[in-house]
């Protein structure tokens, strides 16, 4: 075995050991989406279906909102093989991730840019939580690689590979919708000469094979509810264009035309007002903030959940890099497709977060897709670096590697810290606690958050084959609560803490100690409390009235 396998050998154990140590408590705890995702896995190992009793779901129906499926049937195969609740729904992830690590190397044929993926905060940030992304990423790099070797060999048995796994990435994560419309344009444009000399024909039975697999996923995007959320977070939907736009010229008359009424819009004005120039102002701004030094090398992203709040989603050292490599391309490389591939898929990978309005800040989810692109341009630029300075090599490695002691010392004993709440820290252990209490009637407070998916999922809730979550739930609103119910026995949502008549005195509350120390809760015994772990978090009480 030479020294360059054993390298990769050493930095996929690496990677994998990143991935996995102490994955279940560090982010501390299960987010609710991704408890989401496991019930909805455990519902369908059970019965084949969502938990709304839909039959091998293209898209799983979640409480509001559709998931896509390749994630929870992943979900649903580790929770075969094992049964940690936490680590069955995360592990998925961590392994896609590693894979991505070697697909990397499998593109490029250096081991550089592997090291760069296995150390990079964004890439371990997402392989250790239970989201789509990291399969979404590792299907994409296989599509892509499995077409370098189609180009290269002209076999075929690799564009029908190339193609599946390009397929598969819109069934992991509902970004790829988009982007993998993209992708194949942007296979059209970088090697069409190459298309071209092995002749367009030759495409046409590749291209309905794709066109056949992406079926399902279009029929039910389009003909279900799949495409709601989309519809419903687009800069399309935009609300209250129409008042600001009538604000803002409103603006200009008062302006051009002081103490008048009834003044007719300019065509200037209706020219830089309108509702379209709303949408492209929106658009611009995504685009650019994608880009921003504060989301990629100092902060990262907004929500603390998608990282990191202190911490950058790369590293300061790889601004450097990047620069160099982007440049080693423009200026010494132009012939190199691989590199245009990667230059283009950076430019595009924010145009789905472009589209979106839901967020005031780059997103770090929907934007995960410029990752292989600025690993790929920071090793092209430490090659080009060290090819005119060999013996700084060992030099950057350090820096690398300094870098990354200093965000795991960040990630494991301060990010905890930061994010607990955001986590939603100490609820698994609040349902778990009231397994105590079966005989009772357990009213979950929403004054925190809604209790409904960590209770189904921790409690568990066991669904009946053909059954559906619907049967079982039901409004209720009276002058005791207002929420959600579960087979008249499981109540989630928020309380009059001065009229509780409408519960029977033996019933058992769920609420944060916010809520606990806000209301005057005397006549109530403290059956358990879930202390804080993290300062930033909430603690959690399981309170009887005194009168049982």
């Known amino acids: 075995m030479n020294k360059k ?33 496991g019930y909805q ?59 991505s690590v070697f697909v990397l190397y499998l593109i490029t044929n250096s081991i550089i840019p592997s090291f760069l993926l296995a150390l990079s905060p964004w890439a371990i940030h997402y392989s250790r939580i239970g989201f789509e992304v990291s399969a979404m990423m590792a299907v994409i790099l296989l599509g892509l690689y499995f077409w370098l070797k189609f180009i290269k060999s002209k076999k075929h048995i690799f564009i029908y590979l190339s193609f599946f796994f390009f397929c598969l990435s819109p069934y992991f994560y509902s970004t790829a919708k988009l982007f993998i419309v993209i992708i194949f344009i942007l296979l059209f444009c ?20 794709t066109i056949f697999l992406l079926i399902p996923l279009i029929y039910d995007t389009i003909k279900g509810n799949a495409g709601y959320r989309f519809s419903y977070i687009s800069i399309f939907s935009m609300p ?55 989301f990629l090398f100092l902060k990262g992203d907004s929500n603390i959940r998608h990282g990191f709040g202190n911490h950058g989603l790369l590293y300061l050292i790889d601004f450097i890099f990047i620069l160099f490599g982007i440049f080693t391309f423009l200026f010494f490389d132009k012939k190199n497709k691989l590199s245009l591939m990667f230059l283009a898929l950076l430019l595009s990978s924010p145009l789905p977060f472009s589209l979106t309005r839901d967020s005031s800040s780059a997103h770090a989810t929907r934007l995960f897709l410029m990752l292989p692109s600025i690993i790929y341009f920071s090793y092209k630029g430490i090659v080009f670096f060290t090819s005119q300075h060999h013996r700084y090599i060992y030099f950057i490695v350090s820096l690398y590697f300094l870098s990354f002691l200093n ?58 084959l053909d059954d559906s979550i619907d049967n079982h739930l039901k409004l209720v609103d009276n002058e005791s609560f207002s929420g959600q119910v ?3 026995k499981y109540y989630f949502g928020h309380l009059n803490w001065k009229d509780l008549s409408k519960f029977p005195p033996h019933s058992i ?40």
């Not at 071209?196 to 590749?206: A, C, E, Q, R, T």
């Not at 302006?255 to 009834?262: K, L, R, S």
């Not at 990630?411 to 009231?434: C, F, G, L, R």
């Not at 409390?529 to 930033?536: A, F, S």
Request: with cysteine; proline share 4%.
């Open 240 to 294: 209250h264009r129409e008042q600001i736009v009538d604000t803002l010229r409103h603006q200009d008359a008062i302006t051009d035309h002081p103490n008048q009424i009834g003044t007719q819009t300019t065509l200037i004005s209706s020219l830089f007002h309108n509702k379209y120039q709303l949408v492209l102002q929106k658009f611009i701004s995504n685009y650019i903030t994608s880009f921003s030094s504060e």
């Open 5 to 37: 396998n054993i390298l990769l050998i050493l930095i996929i154990i690496f990677a994998a050991f990143i991935r996995i140590y102490k994955i279940t408590t560090i982010p501390p705890a299960l987010f609710y989406d991704e408890v989401d995702s």
């Open 41 to 99: 896995a455990s519902v369908f190992n059970q019965n084949q279906t969502d938990y709304y009793g839909r039959k091998f779901p293209i898209h799983f129906k979640s409480f509001g909102d559709y998931r896509t499926s390749l994630h929870i049937y992943s979900i649903a195969f580790m929770q075969k093989i094992i049964h940690h609740p936490d680590l069955s729904i995360r592990l998925p992830s961590a392994l896609y991730g590693i894979l």
């Open 486 to 488: 579960i087979d008249d």
């Open 190 to 209: 970088v090697w069409f000469k190459a298309i071209k000399n092995i002749g367009f024909k030759k495409f046409l039975v590749p291209i309905s094979f």
């Open 509 to 548: 509350f769920i609420l944060p100690s916010t809520e606990y120390k806000s209301n005057s809760l005397s006549n109530f015994q403290t059956l358990t409390l879930i202390d804080k772990k993290y300062e930033n978090q909430e603690a959690f009480y399981l309170i009887q009235s005194n009168e049982n």
């Open 407 to 464: 965000f795991c010392h960040y990630y494991y004993y301060h990010y905890p810290q930061e994010s607990a709440m955001d986590w939603n820290m100490s609820m698994k252990e609040a349902v778990i606690a009231t397994t105590d209490y079966q005989d009772n009637i357990l009213v979950f407070s929403d004054n925190y958050l809604s209790f409904i998916s960590p209770f189904l999922y921790y409690y568990p809730y066991k669904l009946n």
